[in-house]
């Protein structure tokens, strides 16, 4: 018998076809057709073993050199590893690509960080859609979903998102089963989960939203905000909601649907929510305007330059740190970069604080 447990497919197969070939020998001649037909069983045998074997040596080096789908988009990171999402504009305002590491000054506290790597690529996102549901945005529900699935349709295919909806209280859109999901059908359905009544508990959302991110597979995350009033029934506070946003490293666009009369508007707080998260604020004049923002922003997630650097400060204290980037491209004119303000350095007494905002259920 042949034991192909000690030996590879390729010496099988030849021991195989000698043992085979032997048997033919043995027979006379005046049995020449029975021994033709174990030479042609010996040469089926071997094309098959071959085959077998080589498919066998194609499939592993195939799966052995091919990265999971989820190691394509895994940005490494160590303890005092900072990551940075960019955004270039240039002076008319249009996004800039083919710019290259050289060409970005970052600088933590006043102090010129070494970039380690770099990278300007369409990479997927977890992406948290927070939507005001309070009374006034009743009449305002229509093209803000419409305008929302128009930045859905605008993203990657490989995006994960979710919904927040909140008035007096947050509600989660998704079924309870479902966290994440790039299915049109099921955000219109999240979207238009929450009846418009109440106030605005703009915060919680936030939080909430936050909190719900760091379940996201992938790296790159972000929250869209849209409300029309500032906040008058959350839990949490401003400081407290700010610095949740700074710590999870999420970038934050807001688009504010302001009534006029409204004495509850507070621009400021989500021109602020956006500029410490290197995001941006939109505050359209009519909710005509909300699509062709959301369009543009998702068209600026896409087109992002992410950079990590390892701080040259060491000390895990916990202290907040201050980010500025300058661009060094002469050949390009006078571009604009926008990236978040600031950081939150590890600590040795305590780990990175998690999101405070309570549990809410799932609307479906």
């Known amino acids: 018998m042949v034991r192909a447990s000690r030996m590879g ?24 057709i029975r021994g033709i037909g174990v030479l042609v069983l010996s040469c089926a045998i ?107 349709r605008s993203s990657n295919s490989q995006d994960e998102m979710f919904v927040v909806n909140f008035n007096d209280a947050v509600s989660f859109g998704l079924s309870r089963n479902t966290p994440f999901t790039d299915r049109q059908d099921q955000l219109k359905l999240a979207l238009s989960s929450t009846e418009a009544s109440g106030r605005t508990a703009l915060y919680d959302a936030i939080s909430y939203a936050v909190g719900h991110l760091k379940q996201g597979s992938h790296d790159k995350k972000a929250l869209i905000v849209v409300s029309d009033g500032g906040d008058n029934a959350s839990k949490n506070s401003l400081s407290e909601t700010m610095a949740l946003a700074v710590r999870s490293d999420a970038i934050i666009y807001t688009i504010g649907l302001f009534d006029l009369d409204d004495h509850d508007r ?60 300058r661009m060094n491209a002469p050949d390009h004119g006078h571009l604009m970069v926008r990236a978040r303000s600031g950081y939150y350095a590890p600590s040795n007494t305590e780990s990175r604080r998690e999101s405070q905002a309570p549990h809410y259920e799932s609307a479906n």
């Open 9 to 32: 497919p390729f010496a099988f197969a030849f021991k195989l076809h000698q043992r085979v070939r032997a048997m033919g020998e043995r027979f006379e001649p005046s049995h020449s």
């Open 46 to 152: 071997l094309a098959i073993v071959l085959t077998v074997a080589l498919t066998d040596s194609w499939s592993k080096d195939i799966f052995q050199n091919q990265p999971s789908r989820a190691s394509q988009f895994e940005i490494k990171s160590s303890v005092n590893e900072v990551l940075l999402h960019m955004t270039v504009r240039d002076s008319d305002g249009n996004l800039v690509g083919q710019l290259n590491k050289d060409n970005f000054r970052i600088y933590e506290d006043g102090v010129l960080q070494q970039i380690d790597s770099f990278s300007h690529e369409d990479i997927p996102v977890t992406v948290g859609l927070v939507v005001d549901n309070s009374g006034s945005m009743k009449p305002k529900r229509p093209e803000v979903i419409a305008s929302t699935l128009a930045f859905v």
């Open 266 to 325: 507070n621009p400021h707080v989500l021109k602020e929510l956006a500029k410490a998260t290197g995001g941006d604020a939109f505050l359209p004049e009519s909710t005509k305007d909300v699509q062709e923002i959301c369009e543009r922003i998702a068209l600026e997630i896409r087109n992002q330059y992410t950079v990590t650097y390892v701080s040259s400060n060491r000390r895990q204290d916990g202290s907040h740190r201050s980010i500025k980037v």
